[in-house]
């Protein structure tokens, strides 16, 4: 077991352009969930996926960002038409359980600079 | 919607000191956890509490959840430079998946 693993763990992109992140949870973690974090602050729930289904999505995101976790494996983050607002560390985390809630496990994280 | 609050912001101590963080929510949780992120890393959990009123050890890290259920801290006795980051508590709400978490307090000891 390697643990939670994301890449790119850096990436700098221009303003307008489109990134994708990858997640890849421990294996056998069902649930998986992406999250924003900006200096100073904790991090900020974006979407939570049960094996292959996306059960839950911020309302604070736009819909210029979407997820996928094909075959409820690895997961992929897309923002669109990026925009300065959108530079933060992007984190992976995964976890085990059916109802009850339990310990998150946190990849390192993307860096997202946008110039 | 859902807050948690969690205060200190920052909090300076000598080595040896002690620290506490407080979390407040808005709304009654279902549980509430608590992480560690390092400078330049990513949170780890530390401790997950249930029950109204369970208070639970880790060797010098003393974890209560408010009888309410809204209310937690995290008390640190005589500190250690290993102790050094942010602590975050994070807490879940009924029938709901999403993980709210506080801004976090950083612990600094001051040299």
């Known amino acids: 077991d390697t643990g939670v693993s994301q890449n790119p763990r850096h990436k700098i992109t221009k303003r307008g352009q489109n990134v994708t992140f990858r997640c890849d949870p421990i294996s056998e973690h069902n649930r998986l969930y992406w999250y924003r974090q900006t200096l100073g602050q904790g991090p900020e729930f974006l979407t939570y996926?049960?094996?292959?289904?996306?059960?839950?999505k911020s309302r604070l995101l736009s819909d210029r960002f979407s997820a996928e976790r094909p075959k409820g494996s690895f997961s992929t983050l897309e923002i669109q038409r990026t925009e300065q607002g959108d530079s933060a560390m992007y984190l992976c985390a995964s976890s085990f359980g059916q109802g009850y809630p339990y310990e998150q496990y946190f990849g390192p994280g993307t860096r997202l600079t946008v110039t | 919607g859902q807050q948690v609050m969690q205060i200190p912001q920052y909090q300076h101590v000598q080595e040896g000191e002690d620290f506490t963080t407080y979390c407040n929510s808005s709304?009654?949780?279902?549980?509430i956890q608590w992480y560690k992120q390092r400078p330049g890393g990513h949170p780890v959990f530390l401790i997950q509490l249930v029950k109204s009123g369970e208070v639970k050890k880790q060797k010098r890290l003393t974890f209560q959840f408010g009888e309410a259920k809204k209310n937690s801290s995290l008390h640190i006795t005589a500190t250690q430079t290993t102790d050094v980051g942010t602590y975050f508590c994070a807490g879940y709400s009924f029938g709901n998946y999403q993980l709210i978490w506080g801004a976090g307090t950083k612990l600094i000891i001051k040299p």
């Open positions: 996926f049960q094996n292959e289904a996306q059960l839950e």
């Open positions: 709304t009654t949780l279902s549980n």
